[in-house]
C-alpha cells in the first residue's frame, strides 16, 4: 500500500488543520490506519489510530483536540487538529496496517510496516 499525506502548514496556537492520508489499493476497509508526529530531535510518536472496525484511540496529548476519521469510499484517513499547541508542531505521518497488529501494537511506531512521507506541521505562539 502507498500512502500520500498533505494538509499540514503554518497556524497560530488555537487555529485548526485537517491532515488527510491518501491511500492506493483496493483493500483500504481492511487496514487499521494511524497517525504518528515527530518532533525535531525526539523519536516518532503515536498520536490517534482508526481501526477497520472504527474504533479510534489517542495519545493522552490530543485526547479532546484531535479527531481521527476515515472515508472508506475514498480510501483517506484524515485527523482535524483544532486547539493547537506549539507543543504539536512536527512533521506528522500516516501509518497503514492489514489487520495484523495487535491493540497494543498499534501505539508503538516500529509495529508499523506502511508509511507516507509525512507532512509538516508548525504552530506558531
Known amino acids: 500500500v502507498q500512502l500520500q499525506a498533505s494538509g499540514g502548514g503554518l497556524v497560530q496556537a488555537g487555529g485548526s488543520l485537517r491532515l488527510s492520508c491518501a491511500a492506493s489499493g483496493s483493500t483500504f476497509s481492511r487496514y487499521n490506519m494511524g497517525w504518528f508526529r515527530q518532533a525535531p530531535g525526539k523519536e516518532r510518536e503515536f498520536v490517534a489510530v482508526?481501526?477497520?472496525?472504527?474504533?479510534?484511540y489517542y495519545s493522552d496529548s490530543v485526547k479532546g483536540r484531535f479527531t481521527i476519521s476515515r472515508d472508506n469510499a475514498k480510501n483517506t484517513v484524515y485527523l482535524q487538529m483544532n486547539s493547537l499547541k506549539p507543543e504539536d508542531t512536527a512533521v506528522y505521518y500516516c501509518?497503514?496496517?492489514?489487520?495484523?497488529?495487535?491493540?497494543?501494537?498499534?501505539?508503538?511506531?516500529?509495529?508499523?510496516?506502511?508509511w507516507g512521507q509525512g507532512t509538516q506541521v508548525t504552530v506558531s505562539s
Open positions: 501509518a497503514a496496517d492489514p489487520g495484523s497488529l495487535i491493540l497494543s501494537s498499534l501505539f508503538t511506531p516500529t509495529s508499523w510496516n506502511y
Open positions: 482508526i481501526r477497520y472496525s472504527r474504533h479510534n
